[in-house]
């Protein structure tokens, strides 16, 4: 009876089948006799060799029937099962027959059907993979209408588009249906996460308040961790710290928490913070990683912390850490900046040696090292050897080498490289084409223009240059017409010698101090680190979260795109101007894109005001201070050697000490160019043991002397007398290997002078003595 019932159920499907396939017209029809049951219905939509139109017109021909009131005997069909409709669905999204998807939908909400959940995910991959973003949406109707939960099927949706890099469409659906849903943690997790990577930061923001203000909605350790890097990026310490002290009491920080603040201070040149947070670490239950170490080294690398980088690159190896090439890049980069040359090429073998693969950017900054510290012959044969191999050369290499020939005057060599670069296939970029036309001005060569534009002939960006080049001499010569005020470009509102009025920030000071007092009892005595919990406190009692130094230097060229390009040029004709004398120029310059809306970064503000105190005018340079102050522009070590260097055009050394003190204790650094023009205005101002304290202290921090450290101190020990102490770092000197240049031959005819002057006196004593009258 059984096996009777089967091939009945075999012979129905097939003659339903075979008249799907046989009947051209819209409406179908089937004899009285047959006996259609739910799975029967759903066996014959199952069948693969039967085309999706026929199941379409079966499935639409059973709704019919079962809900017309004038069937005549035998009884209509039964509805077709919610599985029917997700085989039909899936066959159409297999087929591609997306157009015929919205009209099942609409007859699905009229029926009320109800499809299992894994059949509705599976329909939103298909239509997000297919990029059809209205029939997403069109499915959200449908679970809406129904009364289902659709928040699955939302967090489902946001997933998938920001999979799909559909990251604007994501953000509209977000707040589109924010109030009327719940959100899950992951979700908004991977749209916090693709907002912060895109730099969105007004986005993000509104995101982030958005989640904290919906009611039932808490972020997880993710979440926080997201969102302490995201401000950490950005620079606001404040919301760092007052995430993570809300943090403590909702859900543990774990190590990514420690890594991201950790990062957040390094970013805010709180190194020596961030060192003492590793210490608590290494103590608990989170001990470093290998993202910790790494994430220090940078650190100290980039800030002239060699000595603690060093350290920490051996504590690395203790902990059974093999560093990897991004950390022996930036130790690398950090001795070739203390001119310890020597120590970088033992370096890069013990990478070698190691089994550690050195990068593309590994012998750019070998290039790039060799060529600061005066060994340009072994940086050409490097870059040649890795040239005629054909590996580890890129458009960075070679603007690196282009940098240099145009440094040294060698224009057509330059420019031969730039065909040669342009062949080989690499982008020729602005940091490279703005190179070139500073040697052209430099040179005097305007003619050299049209040669420019045959050596570089793919891309738009060199014709973009030369036409801003064109406007803004049109600019220049034209200004847009505004009634002259008479009035300062830079007002001054001080002086110079008033500089710790900048800097010094005393109120701040006070109410870190007040915080460190009031804060001690709030310290969690079974905390992961003490230090990052007294940080915390200290944040949210200051509300400190502007950054008032930054351990970057500025560059001229940002190259972030047509963002930066504006102002990338005005910094590149700032330093042709300025290099040339022509200082009115580089102010009208300066003016004219400022008043067109363009913000000048610390590079512009650090061009003028270096021209400034070069030229004495300590007023106008005050001006450019506070400007900078004003517009929340973070000063970097170049600011600071701007300062250092016009306080000793005063005279004043001591407020220079008083300025470098305050720069470290704010988590500044000195470089090579702070401690030479300090002992110069040290040794000018007849401070001649402070100026060997600080050379003993440059030592000790891992920074070797360069050749104008030694001519400074030759020459300022000679004009104060201590003619034995010249003597004495010319020896060292030569000892160090260190080649004397012109000044150097300038400096020892004084000392000469100064030698048979004192020869001359001793000779005349002892003549005096020898005189019986």
């Given amino acids: 009876m059984r096996h009777l019932k089967q091939l009945g159920e075999v012979l129905v499907a097939a003659s339903v089948s075979n008249s799907l396939s046989q009947s051209q017209s819209a409406a179908l029809s089937l004899g009285p006799g047959i006996g259609l049951t739910q799975p029967l219905i759903l066996k014959i939509l199952s069948n693969p060799a039967l085309h999706p139109s026929h199941k379409l017109r079966l499935l639409e021909w059973c709704r019919s029937r079962c809900h017309s009131h004038n069937n005549p005997p035998p009884p209509p069909p039964p509805p077709p099962p919610p599985a029917a409709y997700s085989v039909v669905l899936r066959t159409l999204c297999q087929q591609g027959l997306f157009s015929d998807i919205p009209s099942l939908l609409h007859s699905m909400m009229q029926d009320g059907v109800v499809l299992p959940p894994h059949s509705l995910n599976h329909l939103l991959r298909s239509f997000i993979i297919s990029s059809n973003i209205p029939l997403a949406l069109q499915l959200l109707d449908y679970v809406q209408h129904l009364h289902l939960d659709p928040t699955p099927l939302y967090n489902s949706l946001l997933a998938g588009l920001l999979a799909k890099d559909q990251l604007p469409l994501a953000l509209s659906i977000f707040f589109k249906l924010l109030n009327a849903l719940h959100p899950n943690s992951i979700a908004s997790n991977h749209l916090l996460v693709a907002l912060r990577k895109a730099d969105m930061r007004v986005e993000f923001k509104q995101v ?75 103590a608990s239950p989170h001990p470093p990683d290998r993202y910790t170490f790494t994430n220090l080294i940078q650190a100290c690398s980039k800030t002239y912390r060699l000595h603690q980088a060093i350290t920490l690159f051996n504590h690395m190896h203790t902990n059974g850490f093999l560093p990897d090439t991004l950390v022996y890049n930036s130790l690398l980069h950090a001795h070739f900046k203390a001119t310890k040359v020597t120590q970088a090429c033992h370096l890069f073998e013990k990478m070698l040696q190691e089994g550690v693969r050195p990068s593309t950017s590994t012998f750019n900054i070998l290039i790039h090292g060799l060529f600061r510290n005066a060994r340009s012959e072994a940086a050409y044969t490097m870059f040649s050897d890795l040239k005629n191999k054909g590996q580890f050369v890129d458009g960075i290499s070679y603007s690196i080498v ?216 300590f007023a106008e340079a005050w001006a450019i201070l506070t400007e900078m102050g004003e517009k929340f522009c973070p000063a970097d070590i170049a600011t600071y050697n701007m300062i250092i260097q016009g306080l000793g055009k005063m005279g004043r050394a001591d407020l220079a000490s008083a300025v470098l003190d305050r720069l470290l204790k704010q988590g500044g650094y000195l470089d090579i160019v702070m401690y030479n023009t300090l002992i110069n205005a040290l040794g000018k101002a007849g401070r001649i043991d402070e100026v060997n304290k600080l050379f003993e202290q440059m030592r000790s921090s891992g920074i070797n002397p360069d050749v104008v450290t030694y001519n400074t101190l030759i020459e300022v020990h000679s004009k104060a007398g201590r003619l034995k102490d010249a003597y004495k770092f010319l020896k060292m000197m030569l000892d160090a290997g260190c080649s004397p240049n012109h000044v150097t031959d300038t400096t020892l005819d004084y000392l000469g002078r100064e030698l048979d002057k004192l020869r001359y006196q001793r000779a005349s004593i002892l003549t005096e003595k020898d005189d019986p009258s």
């Fill in 208 to 282: 982030f308040h958005a989640l904290r203000d919906k009611k039932g909605f808490s972020f997880d350790t993710w979440g926080y961790n997201v969102s302490i890097h995201a401000f950490g990026s950005w620079g606001d310490l404040a919301t760092c710290f007052s995430l993570f002290k809300e943090m403590k009491s909702s859900v543990a920080p774990d190590l990514c928490t420690y890594n991201t603040l950790i990062s957040a201070l390094c970013r805010m040149g709180m190194v020596d913070d961030a060192l003492l947070v590793w210490d608590d670490l290494n």
């Fill in 402 to 617: 282009v940098l240099q020939l145009c440094k040294e005057g060698q224009l057509e060599e330059a420019l031969q490289l730039v065909e040669e670069m342009e062949t080989r296939g690499f982008v020729v970029d602005l940091v490279t084409i703005t190179s070139l036309l500073i040697t052209i001005h430099r040179h005097g060569r305007w003619d050299w223009t049209d040669r420019l534009m045959k050596h570089i002939r793919e891309g738009h960006l060199l014709p973009s240059v030369l036409k801003w080049k064109t406007g803004m001499e049109a600019s220049i010569k034209n200004p847009p017409g505004k009634k002259k005020d008479y009035l300062p470009m830079f007002p001054s509102k001080g002086d110079f010698s008033d500089i710790m009025s900048f800097i010094n920030y005393a109120q701040d000071t006070t109410n870190i101090d007040n915080a460190e007092e009031t804060s001690c009892n709030e310290i969690d005595e079974w905390s992961s680190s003490p230090h990052m919990d007294k940080l915390a406190n200290q944040v949210a009692s200051t509300g400190y979260s502007s950054q008032l130094f930054t351990p970057s230097r500025g560059q001229r060229v940002q190259e972030k795109g047509p963002d930066s390009f504006d102002v990338d040029m005005v910094n590149t004709f700032l330093s042709i101007f300025l290099a040339k004398g022509k200082l009115s120029l580089a102010c009208k310059l300066f003016e004219i894109f400022s008043d067109a809306g363009v913000d000048p970064v610390s590079y512009t503000y650090n061009s003028i005001m270096s021209s400034f105190v070069k030229k004495g005018y």
